[in-house]
């Protein structure tokens, strides 16, 4: 069974890690950036389909130390490309190199393209190989002398969904906005909001996770492409995603923003996505916040007043958001920020905080959490999704600096 690779923005391992096993894969090695696991061909598909906050999967195709670029090239001219590349193969290859003596990537990426070519051109026959045919987009990673060698099967990353034909100021990527749900205790059976929506993201994602809808559902990935790959395998997967959509009735996911074009974008991207009809949007500050639901959870991705001239104006919204917080007592919140005086500003300590990127941008992700909801009995909760309370790791009261 060959190596995946599910590749990871910086603090949402432990949550790929956690939607690995829920889909069934046992074998996995966490580390910083990915996540190693062992998959047969269905799995390609299956994790393309599924992974929410995974930004690609790649097919690892070998791992060995090599300190110059004589080795390097014997070893990947050894390896048999010809299994998975066919004599049509577009063959791209980007080359990462950290604290290693191989050191220039542009001569890694000439020299595992030669040894490829070569292994490739005295395996067909050719001269030249013509490259017309599918990609194969090949990931090389030297760290501290090792080399891992690797396949692109995703082809665009992750986070394109589909369903964002037009985003608003500043989105949230679609994957860190589903690390984000994955890492708070929302789930279906609990009333969401997100009082800042923009384009939609945090709802959107919340309704396709609260139906089990898998994120890829409605995309292409470019592993589709492979002969090597038979057809059956994405046709199951596929079939597999459409019979595990949830239809039972879900708790309401609410979305409101002050800007009413962000609110008719975000609707539009709903309706892309195929949950418009889960998800009540309207056009309101954050100052009428008001939820007569229990025991709900509040995710966000507010302004962060980075631009000069806006810091006042995002304070203000977080004294606001910490009144907000103080009128539903039963409430969990969850707050992605990179303002250093959020949590003075708010005016409650966080149970924990935990970095996160938002782009190239520091945040913190506060997470405040309110009172367990009393226990539901079983029969009223919709089955079958693989979707649990937990977050990605079982720390509920520890707070993290
Ligand atoms: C960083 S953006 C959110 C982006 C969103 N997460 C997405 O993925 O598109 C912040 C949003 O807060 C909204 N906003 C600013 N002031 C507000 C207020 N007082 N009440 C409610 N929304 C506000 C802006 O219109 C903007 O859409």
């Avoid at 993201?201 to 996770?209: K, N, R, S, V």
């Avoid at 991705?301 to 009144?323: I, Q, V």
Wanted: proline share 7%; charged share 30%; aromatic share 8%.
């Amino acid at each position: 069974m060959p190596d995946l690779i599910a590749t990871a923005a910086f603090g949402l391992e432990a949550v790929v890690d956690r939607e690995l096993e829920r889909l069934g894969y046992a074998d996995r090695v966490v580390e910083d950036g990915k996540v190693t696991f062992a998959g047969d061909e269905s799995a390609i598909a299956r994790c393309n389909l599924w992974l929410r906050s995974a930004d690609r999967v790649l097919l690892q195709i070998d791992e060995f130390a090599a300190t110059d670029f004589g080795e390097l090239f014997d070893r990947v001219e050894a390896l048999p490309w010809e299994e998975w590349l066919p004599r049509d193969a577009a063959i791209p290859v980007e080359v990462r190199a950290v604290r290693s003596a191989i050191r220039s990537p542009r001569s890694g990426q000439a020299i595992v393209k030669k040894a490829i070519v070569t292994r490739l051109g005295r395996v067909y026959g050719l001269n030249q190989l013509p490259e017309t045919g599918p990609r194969f987009p090949i990931d090389v990673a030297i760290v501290a002398d090792n080399v891992t060698i690797a396949i692109d099967t995703s082809g665009d990353g992750l986070h394109k969904r589909g369903y964002r034909k037009t985003a608003g100021v500043a989105p949230l990527k679609e994957t860190l906005a589903a690390g984000m749900l994955q890492l708070s205790y929302w789930k279906r059976d609990r009333t969401f909001a997100d009082p800042f929506c923009g384009s939609g993201t945090l709802p959107i994602e919340a309704a396709m996770l609260g139906r089990n809808r898998a994120p890829g559902l409605d995309r292409r990935f470019l592993a589709e492409e492979w002969p090597a790959l038979p057809r059956r395998v994405w046709d199951e997967a596929r079939s597999e995603a459409k019979n595990a959509i949830i239809t039972d009735v879900i708790a309401p996911i609410v979305a409101s923003d002050i800007d009413q074009k962000a609110i008719a974008t975000a609707r539009r991207n709903a309706e892309t996505a195929g949950v418009a009809r889960d998800i009540e949007f309207s056009t309101k500050p954050i100052s009428q916040f008001r939820s007569s639901d229990e025991y709900g959870c509040l995710v966000c991705n507010p302004p962060y007043g980075e631009r000069l001239g806006e810091r006042g104006e995002a304070e203000e919204l977080y004294r606001e958001l910490g009144s907000a917080f103080a009128r539903s007592p039963t409430w969990s919140f969850y707050v992605l920020t990179s303002h250093p005086a959020f949590q003075d500003l708010v005016g409650r300590r966080p149970d924990r905080r935990r970095k996160l990127y938002n782009g190239r941008i520091e945040c913190v992700y506060y997470q405040f959490y309110g009172p367990r909801p009393p226990k539901c009995p079983p029969a009223t909760l919709p089955q079958g999704s693989g979707v649990d309370a937990r977050p990605a790791r079982a720390d509920h009261d520890r707070v993290a600096e």
